[in-house]
């Protein structure tokens, strides 16, 4: 797998690239949220530690499709300083080590940075399904997960043992049923197939489901699907060097789910009638007429009007007797 693949399959938290929500607002967006209110009650003395990067470990359930370069956030530490302090509890084993809540991008910043030694942390005594529920409510707080990115993140929590399609629902701020259709779409795409598509925000549930439907009803090869994803994301990659920008991974991915959806379009309908030039018909060793094969069909033109005119009359026994050997010879073969 190559490295920008991997990259593209990662998903990360969905911090702003300069660094997030300043100290005053924080408060105010965990205090609008539940599952972000209890983190902050469970926060040890409400105190902010300064912990080793390399003691906290990231085994959360991946929620992000986006791949984000964290090199600006990381010079933004540098310079100002980490504003934000992220979310760990700890480990229920190891002594001395913590498990991250949220704060991804912040933390990999940090642990590239060749100044910065020390992470800014609240420590949190939270459960499992605690954890992942202010772990989603941050992301969401934060940026709108795009539709596909909550249809897999829900099929990720549902297989993780997370708790019921009605729980998720809940967690995720939909509905039952809108949670039954979107796992049914990640099935029929394939969740590596929607990995390498990525976000697509703004494509909904409709376009993912017709997308769905092609594939599931050609049976066309994923792999294939796949490859044209990787294309898009690849030339977009090529693009950005060359031009010396940075791609927006929004955009791409959104080309790349038109791509692929094109793609399934095409293995969708069914192949065009061949087509070839016009061929003489002869008569008593004369031309007498051409068949043609187009679009619409086989068109037969006679030239001997009379002969036109006997064929006109007995075109239903004609055609008769020509499906009849058709179709012996076809029991035949």
Not at 188 to 206: N, Q, T
Not at 264 to 269: E, F, I, N, V
Request: charge should be neutral; hydrophobic fraction near 40%; proline fraction near 4%.
């Amino acid at each position: 797998m190559t490295n920008s693949k991997k990259r593209r399959m990662s998903m990360l938290d969905s911090l702003a690239a300069s660094g997030a929500a300043s100290p005053a607002s924080a408060p105010s967006m965990m205090s609008n949220n539940r599952a972000l209110r209890s983190a902050r009650d469970a926060v040890d003395g409400h105190r902010v530690w300064e912990l080793d990067p390399d003691h906290i470990i990231d085994d959360r359930l991946a929620d992000r499709l986006d791949p984000e370069d964290v090199a600006d956030l990381r010079d933004a530490i540098e310079t100002n300083g980490q504003t934000v302090p992220i979310l760990v509890r700890r480990h229920p084993s190891e002594a001395e080590r913590y498990l991250l809540v949220y704060g991804r991008r912040r933390l990999e910043a940090i642990r590239s940075s060749a100044s910065v030694s020390k992470v800014r942390a609240l420590v949190a005594t939270l459960d499992d399904k605690a954890a992942v529920k202010a772990q989603i409510s941050e992301n969401m707080a934060r940026r709108d997960l795009s539709y596909i990115e909550k249809a897999l993140f829900a099929q990720e929590l549902i297989e993780n043992d997370f708790g019921t399609q009605a729980q998720v629902a809940e967690v995720l701020t939909v509905t039952k049923s809108s949670i039954s259709m979107a796992l049914a779409i990640v099935v029929a795409v394939g969740p590596d197939l929607v990995r390498s598509i990525g976000a697509a925000h703004g494509i909904g549930r409709p376009r993912w489901d017709a997308l769905a439907r092609a594939i599931e009803e050609t049976g066309v090869d994923r792999e294939r699907l796949i490859q044209v994803a990787e294309d898009v994301h690849s030339q977009a990659d090529v693009a950005a060097v060359i031009e010396g920008l940075s791609s927006d991974a929004t955009d791409v991915s959104v080309a790349a789910f038109e791509a692929v959806a094109k793609a399934a379009g095409r293995a969708s309908r069914p192949p065009a009638p061949s087509r070839s030039k016009p061929r003489p018909l002869t008569l008593d060793g004369k031309r007498g007429g051409i068949v043609k094969r187009s679009a619409k069909g086989v068109s037969i033109t006679l030239e001997n009007s009379g002969f036109a005119d006997w064929v006109e009359r007995e075109a239903q026994d004609l055609i008769t007797e020509l499906h009849r050997r058709w179709s012996t010879q076809q029991c035949e073969d």
